[in-house]
């Protein structure tokens, strides 16, 4: 606290003392510790918060002085402080927070405690005592590394749908959840989905190795489980032709989700100048030799063989 010298019209530091014998001198005028709006109605010299930023609180203000609640009525012993503060540690069977302590408390209170063998800070005092500080709290589930885990809207089935049956990567459905490859990882492990090695190879199924099987009995180039863009993986590719052939499953495909993913992804290839054909399983199943005749029609269309000449 700093005052005026009326004559070097200058501002010099009110010393501790002279706040402290203040202090006491408003107590002993009122009959009781002043608060600090009665402190400032009856002070001659300083101000509650000039004192209150001189040490570090009203409180310890009043502490300092021998005016706080506890100066105030008998001085609880520090042994007896020390016997509660084992007794509640015993009976939480850690170290109590403040708020804990102050709930189970029978005598004295966490902010006496403090003072008393922390110099006001808590986790201090419980070193003095001989015990650890109490634990902070565990960050919240969606809060750090794993934060958008539990964010991403997304089914366990609709998850192994996406990853398994249509073969995106861990990349490409992050991208379409605009969340991390690492929360889809997670999602996946927590799902007990098995991690592929390599994202782009998968187990072939029934339809699509009669379409390969067909396709190379013709002799026709093709690409298996070709990654367009990083973002959809088609079952087969005629690069030169840039036509894309699609083998949907009977089931997973009949599917409202997946109908409309598979226009999206339609969408997207017509855009980048590819030829969509998509076969049914049961197509494939009963005449793959007829799917793949539209093939050569396409490619056809699309680039006319020349015709030999005699």
């Not at 090695?197 to 002799?219: C, D, F, I, K, N």
């Amino acid at each position: 606290m700093v005052r005026m010298n009326s004559r070097q019209g200058l501002y010099i530091e009110i010393p501790k003392k002279i706040l402290i014998n203040e202090v006491r001198r408003v107590a002993h005028e009122l009959g009781k510790p002043p608060t600090m709006l009665e402190f400032d109605h009856h002070s001659k010299n300083g101000r509650s918060v000039t004192c209150a930023k001189k040490f570090n609180g009203w409180k310890q203000f009043l502490t300092q002085a021998g005016l706080s609640s506890d100066a105030t009525r008998d001085r609880i012993p520090d042994e007896e402080l020390q016997q509660e503060f084992r007794r509640i540690h015993e009976l939480l069977g850690r170290t109590p927070s403040c708020n804990e302590f102050n709930e189970y408390k029978t005598k004295g209170s966490s902010a006496t405690i403090a003072i008393r063998f922390g110099k006001g800070s808590w986790p201090e005092a419980c070193k003095t005592l001989g015990y650890l500080p109490p634990q902070k709290k565990p960050p919240p589930a969606i809060g750090g590394w794993n934060k958008g885990i539990d964010r991403v809207r997304l089914n366990d089935d609709k998850l192994r749908s996406l990853y398994e049956v249509e073969g995106l990567s861990a990349s490409a459905i992050a991208r379409q959840l605009k969340c991390g490859r690492g929360t889809v990882l997670r999602r996946l492990a927590r799902a007990g989905i098995a991690i592929k090695r390599v994202a782009y190879l998968q187990q072939e199924t029934t339809p699509e190795s009669l379409l390969y099987a067909e396709l190379e009995r013709r002799r026709i180039p093709f690409m298996k489980q070709q990654p367009i863009d990083g973002l959809y993986v088609v079952d087969a590719l005629i690069p030169g032709a840039r036509v894309v052939i699609e083998a949907d499953g009977d089931y997973w495909h009949k599917l409202p989700e997946l109908q409309e993913r598979d226009k999206r992804k339609d969408r997207y290839l017509k855009g980048r100048g590819y030829h969509i054909l998509r076969f049914w399983e049961s197509e494939l199943k009963s005449d793959v030799e007829a799917c793949v005749d539209k093939i050569e029609d396409e490619m056809d269309r699309i680039r006319p063989r020349r015709k030999k000449t005699v």
